[in-house]
């Protein structure tokens, strides 16, 4: 059962029941670009925080305190470089594959997702009846994915200053540990707090949605979410 974003939906009977209509919303590429993403993160994340750790805590640690930090810096560079490749594997997909360049134009700012945005806050206070009717991708999702590009971007080059310190200037290196440390802080408070809400705890999709592991977005969905694709893919469909 898979289709293609620009094609009908699949048909998924269940003894008797109406039929579920998917459409994919993630292909392979995307659903393996986004598992590099998120469990080099995490790994990232957890051994990056742990050199900020208070000096009680890593006592406790005792006898393989070295031990520990030793492995700790080797898993957060081979986490580094898996998130480097990544990237290039990402930018490799937008420019030189079909369904990557459409994924490039669709995730695009446009000025229209201003006028989104405004409608938004006008339906969110009651001064407005009418939800902005969104395409492929709404102003959140491209807020978050080109913050996430920037960020990535920032993170990895002073990345690359600190693992190569001893080629570079103190001053060089201290401006990296403070940018460093703080787009860390920056990006794992908004995975925590604005992605989780956004995609997996808001109402409708709790406990969590289930695109990033099988692809698949309902019709139900579809329309509710991204009515002017669906309508669009409806129509060529005619």
Known sequence: MSITKHSPPFHLGNQGQDEQHYFIRMNLHER??????????????????????????????????????????????????????????????????????????????????????GKNVAYYLKLSHQKPRFDRFNYKEKLEYWTGIIGSIIITVTGIFLWFEEYFSKFIIDVSILVHTMEAILATSAIMVWHFYEVHLKPGKFPMSTVWLDGKISEHEMKEEHPLEYERMMKSEQ
């Open 32 to 117: 393996l670009q986004h598992h590099l993403t998120w469990s080099t993160f995490i790994l990232l994340a957890v051994t990056g925080f742990m050199v900020e750790l208070p000096e009680e805590w890593v006592q406790q640690f005792g006898q393989y305190r070295e031990q520990v930090f030793f492995w700790r810096g080797i898993i957060h560079r081979i986490a580094a470089v898996i998130m480097m490749a990544n990237m290039l594997y990402q930018a490799w997909y937008m420019l030189l594959t079909k369904p990557g360049r459409s994924f490039l134009y669709d995730i695009m700012p446009r000025f229209q997702d201003i006028k989104d945005a």
